[in-house]
């Protein structure tokens, strides 16, 4: 269809559309090497078509998830320079769109996506002033969004994980009071959605995390009575997730990890 009428844009957006699905594929079946031409290809095509309708706001939207994905192929393979220019190329894309639209709160969710991946590029480079910049911006939008829609489960999930990342980070930078505070919101949080759902493994999973980051915080001060206390409460929710599916390689590896804490 492309080739038959190239000036038509809407095919053009599709074709771009279906390269980025087929990366999408491409990275879940670990063929990452495909998986970023595909997205480089998907990319190069929203960029020349936004040229031509420089208003049309979802192609630029649709293209800063791409430049996420691109920066994620490379932050996993080990170049954590490539992946910040990736994810700054979105940023620059959907912080504008917030702009222009602040009520969005799709493109809210989407600039906190970046501002999410660059704290990750910022943490693995170990320049944690920077990384704890964009977590608190990220966290901040988060609780804007949060506000708008209190029922929004993912919403409440995505921002707990936020709080245990500036936890991470307060407590790399020796900072232990706010790491705790930290670490106990995101607690508070994932609480709060496990009750909610006793069938969602994927929030106990998340607070079995945050009660073993709250037990390191607890054995870095040599409080080990308190350590020992969240990682136990670590290793119920450990447990019972293996409980569910004992063939699940990583919570295998997690309740393993939580023994030797112990």
């Given at each position: 269809?492309?080739?038959?009428?190239?000036s038509?844009?809407?095919?053009?957006?599709?074709?771009?559309?279906?390269y980025?699905?087929?990366?999408?594929?491409k990275?879940?079946?670990?063929?990452?090497?495909?998986s970023?031409n595909?997205?480089n290809s998907?990319?190069?095509?929203?960029?020349?078509?936004?040229?031509?309708?420089?208003?049309?706001?979802?192609w630029?939207?649709?293209?800063?998830?791409?430049?996420?994905?691109?920066?994620?192929?490379?932050?996993r393979?080990?170049?954590?320079?490539i992946?910040?220019?990736?994810y700054l190329?979105?940023?620059?894309?959907?912080?504008?769109?917030?702009e222009?639209?602040?009520?969005?709160t799709?493109?809210?969710?989407?600039?906190?996506?970046?501002?999410?991946r660059?704290?990750?590029?910022?943490?693995?480079?170990?320049n944690y002033?920077?990384?704890?910049?964009?977590?608190?911006?990220?966290?901040?939008?988060?609780k804007?969004?949060?506000?708008?829609d209190?029922?929004?489960?993912?919403?409440?999930?995505?921002?707990?994980v936020?709080?245990?990342?500036?936890g991470?980070?307060?407590?790399?930078?020796?900072?232990l009071?706010?790491?705790?505070?930290?670490?106990?919101?995101?607690i508070t949080?994932?609480?709060?959605?496990?009750?909610?759902?006793?069938?969602?493994?994927?929030?106990?999973?998340e607070?079995?995390?945050?009660?073993?980051?709250r037990?390191?915080?607890e054995k870095?001060?040599?409080?080990?009575?308190?350590?020992?206390y969240?990682?136990?409460?670590?290793?119920?929710?450990?447990?019972?997730?293996?409980?569910?599916?004992s063939?699940?390689?990583?919570?295998?590896?997690s309740?393993?990890?939580?023994?030797?804490n112990?």
């Amino acid at each position: 269809l492309v080739e038959n009428d190239p000036s038509d844009m809407n095919n053009q957006y599709a074709l771009s559309c279906a390269y980025s699905s087929f990366a999408d594929i491409k990275s879940l079946q670990g063929d990452d090497k495909i998986s970023l031409n595909l997205y480089n290809s998907a990319v190069e095509i929203m960029e020349r078509i936004i040229k031509v309708d420089p208003n049309n706001l979802v192609w630029e939207s649709d293209v800063c998830s791409m430049y996420n994905r691109i920066g994620g192929i490379y932050l996993r393979h080990g170049q954590p320079d490539i992946a910040l220019e990736s994810y700054l190329s979105g940023m620059s894309i959907i912080k504008k769109l917030s702009e222009i639209d602040h009520s969005n709160t799709r493109w809210r969710h989407q600039l906190c996506i970046s501002y999410d991946r660059i704290g990750d590029v910022y943490r693995e480079k170990k320049n944690y002033d920077a990384a704890l910049d964009s977590y608190e911006s990220c966290l901040q939008i988060r609780k804007d969004l949060e506000k708008v829609d209190s029922l929004n489960f993912i919403w409440q999930h995505d921002l707990a994980v936020t709080y245990n990342k500036i936890g991470v980070i307060q407590q790399s930078l020796g900072k232990l009071t706010l790491s705790e505070d930290a670490y106990d919101f995101s607690i508070t949080l994932l609480s709060r959605l496990a009750d909610s759902d006793a069938s969602n493994s994927i929030w106990k999973d998340e607070l079995a995390v945050s009660y073993n980051l709250r037990g390191d915080l607890e054995k870095t001060r040599d409080n080990f009575g308190a350590a020992i206390y969240f990682y136990e409460s670590s290793l119920k929710l450990r447990e019972k997730l293996v409980s569910f599916d004992s063939t699940n390689a990583d919570w295998q590896y997690s309740l393993g990890l939580i023994y030797s804490n112990i």
